[in-house]
């Protein structure tokens, strides 16, 4: 390989690698459209001008058709008349105007496929832009999806992480609150409960109270009299109050522990 064409290949790619990133696919899809709009209007022009030349060239035909249908009655007429000299000419003229309308009949031929050919072509032409009309909005929405998406990516990469931290420290802020808060109810039913704990200690000491005062102490007079029997009875008491102090002492004890 020489050195030109090496040199030539690398000004080549570097051109179309401008060229590449200078393109704007909507800018290129709106050129493209306008483009084959123009083609088509020129092939429409193309096929107006085929249709004229294909008419001119019918008329043509049929003018020398008519001739030869002319002639053919004049040498017809003159040798009716006897003249064969003059049927002779008109044969003559007849023979001139059919070999023209053969020509213009194969010119024709030949015209009418061109005039079908250029009529197909603008009609697949015509399909065509439709189409790309179509797929150019398409193309026009995947573009603008493309960019609003490329636009959020470099939103979202560029944001600032200032202000990310800042928001991190706050969301801190409220979730320690809310830690402090819950902590405050908790101690508050504590202190709830405490002070019912209190109540039912009271409700102990009322109990313990009211019981002291059904129960006879020692030491405590009676001021019901006492039957002789009883009498007796209460001179053996000594002897068994020993036991029932004992059991009142750890009855009290118990009292007083609650």
Do not use: H
């Amino acid at each position: 390989m020489g050195l030109f064409d090496r040199v030539k290949r690398v000004v080549s790619s570097n051109l179309n690698d401008l060229v590449s990133k200078a393109e704007d696919p909507e800018k290129i899809l709106e050129q493209s459209i306008l483009e084959m709009q123009e083609d088509m209007v020129q092939l429409r022009q193309g096929v107006a001008q085929a249709i004229a030349a294909q008419k001119r060239t019918e008329k043509q035909y049929n003018d020398a058709a008519n001739e030869v249908k002319k002639w053919q009655r004049n040498a017809q007429l003159a040798l009716q008349k006897g003249d064969e000299n003059l049927a002779r000419q008109a044969l003559e003229r007849k023979k001139t105007f059919g070999e023209t309308s053969t020509t213009l009949k194969a010119t024709l031929e030949q015209q009418n496929a061109q005039v079908e050919g250029l009529k197909r072509n603008l009609i697949q032409l015509e399909s065509k832009i439709s189409e790309a009309k179509t797929k150019k909005e398409m193309l026009k929405a995947r573009i603008t999806a493309a960019k609003a998406q490329e636009q959020l990516g470099s939103m979202v990469k560029g944001m600032n992480t200032s202000a990310m931290a800042a928001f991190e420290r706050m969301e801190e802020k409220v979730m320690m609150q809310e830690a402090r808060a819950q902590s405050v109810t908790e101690l508050a039913g504590s202190a709830l409960e405490s002070q019912f704990a209190q109540l039912e200690s009271s409700d102990v000491d009322d109990e313990l109270a009211a019981l002291k005062s059904q129960m006879s102490l020692p030491g405590t007079e009676t001021n019901q009299p006492q039957c002789p029997q009883q009498a007796t009875n209460n001179q053996s008491v000594p002897q068994t109050q020993e036991p029932v102090d004992a059991e009142l002492d750890a009855l009290r004890k118990k009292l007083d522990q609650l």
